[in-house]
């Protein structure tokens, strides 16, 4: 078991009062992880990074450079802690999390190279003789609130462009995975960033409302910086907004994927599949609407449950287990409640890990209602187009869609009326057959 302590200026911090609070292997139900329930400590001068922001944003940007890619050497050298922490925290498969700390170290080097890259303005002057300049300032302290779904790569990113610009940081750990997100600052730590450069804090669930909005309210706190669901980041926003903080957010989506009646179809399940089952379907940009032509529709709602069918899921440490466990028992019970109401509802449900071909309204209601990040897909016939596809898009969320197959002549604006949003990814392979106009 993982017996955590918060990172508060460069030292390991307990509790004030001592209060902890246990993350549970979400398949085993083992305790896996102990951290301290509280961050009152951020509350302090240096807790919250002020303390040691002067000397860090005096660095000079090749000595900030040498440190970030210091950190992310280190960060893969850190790989298999990574792995073994996060595993037992999420129940997320082995692979995702060294896709993640790939990633997250890349992250760190990629910031590590914009330290000289940031630059002011010339500005014109009324003034005879007289030179104006805009010159780009660290702002201060930023907090990152990261999630736990691809906790390295999103906990990494919070932290690297602020710290490359000369800010300190800190990181609200997820009460999901306390120990991959306290491992980041332990990696940062020990890649000589310096003490309070990289704060990481812990608190239990029930009090996570709290601290948030202690944390924005901290008048050592600039910025703010979040990735998560779109309820949340709404009142994320309203609290920035009551301190007049700017805040970059990342929120949840309702991504479908539309597959046209051309469609390399064998390929396209692939690519749905893929979408909306790695990691358990718990990804903001899953695919979780399928749109099919009515001219392929039944036989792409055939292949995809076949496929569906094939993806054992199990413990991640189990060789022949091909996803994962999901973060807890009660998104267990929401993603069965939605298979139980699209067998009551639907016209067809073929696989119950696959609701399902054009369900009956109250299930697109509920479905709509917000992004669960749970593996579910939803498949829909209508035509290539028109009023049929306009009823596609609704809810309350952001939208990425795609699009199978890949055609040069397709029309964005297109797309867009029928899924409702942006395409900013589109779909096809290599070596799938071209369009013949």
């Known amino acids: 078991m993982n017996e955590l302590t918060m990172l508060i200026g460069g030292r390991d911090r ?25 961050a009152r400590g951020c509350g302090r001068r240096r807790g919250c990074g002020r303390g040691r922001y002067p000397a860090w944003a005096a660095l000079l940007p090749g000595e900030r450079r040498r440190r970030l890619l210091k ?53 014109p002057s009324d003034v005879p003789g007289n030179l104006a300049m805009a010159v780009r300032q660290p702002c201060g302290v930023v907090l990152g609130i990261a999630p736990w779904n691809a906790p390295v ?30 491992l980041i600052g332990t990696v940062l730590q020990e890649a000589g960033l310096g003490d309070g450069v990289v704060n990481v804090v812990t608190n239990a669930p029930e009090d996570a409302a709290q601290v948030v909005e202690r944390l924005i309210a901290h008048p050592a706190v600039r910025r703010v910086n979040f990735t998560g669901s779109t309820h949340v980041g709404r ?110 509802q639907a016209r067809a449900c073929p696989w119950a890990g696959m609701p399902t071909r054009d369900p009956a309204a109250g299930h697109r209601r509920r479905h709509r209602a917000g992004h669960e990040a749970l593996p579910r897909g939803i498949v829909r016939s209508g035509g290539n187009g028109g009023a049929r596809g306009r009823r596609r898009r609704g809810g309350a969320h952001g939208q990425r869609q795609r699009v199978w197959p890949f055609r040069v ?4 604006r297109r797309i867009a ?21």
């Open 71 to 123: 950190a992310a050497d280190l960060m893969d050298q850190r790989t298999e802690d990574f792995i073994r922490v996060g595993v037992a925290e999420t129940g997320a498969m082995p692979n995702w999390y060294g896709f993640n700390v790939m990633l997250a170290a890349n992250m760190l080097r990629e910031a590590a190279a914009m330290t000289t890259r940031i630059d002011g303005s010339v500005i």
């Open 14 to 38: 307990l509790a004030a009062d001592g209060a902890t609070f246990e993350r549970r292997n979400p398949l085993s139900d083992v305790v896996v992880s102990r951290a301290p329930a509280h």
């Open 417 to 437: 009326r029928i899924v409702g949003g942006p395409t900013d990814r589109i779909g096809h392979l290599p070596h799938q057959r071209p369009h013949r106009a």
């Open 409 to 412: 002549g397709i029309q964005p």
């Open 235 to 344: 009142i994320i926003a309203q609290h920035a907004a009551r301190h007049l903080k700017p805040a970059l957010l990342e929120l949840g989506g309702k991504a479908p994927l539309l597959v046209l009646d051309d469609a390399d179809l064998d390929a396209a399940v692939d690519a749905v599949a893929f979408g909306a089952f790695f990691n358990q379907g718990q990804i903001c940009m899953s695919t979780e609407r399928v749109i099919a032509d009515r001219r392929i529709a039944d036989r792409f709602v055939e292949k995809l449950s076949a496929k569906a069918k094939t993806l054992r899921a199990g413990d991640p440490t189990d060789p022949s287990s091909v996803l994962g466990a999901l973060i807890s028992k009660d998104a267990a019970q929401r993603i069965g409640a939605l298979v139980e109401d699209a067998r009551a």
């Open 153 to 182: 790569i999103l906990g990494t990113r919070a932290l690297a462009m602020p710290l490359a610009c000369g800010n300190t940081v800190v990181l609200k750990a997820s009460e999901a995975c306390p120990g991959v997100h306290r």
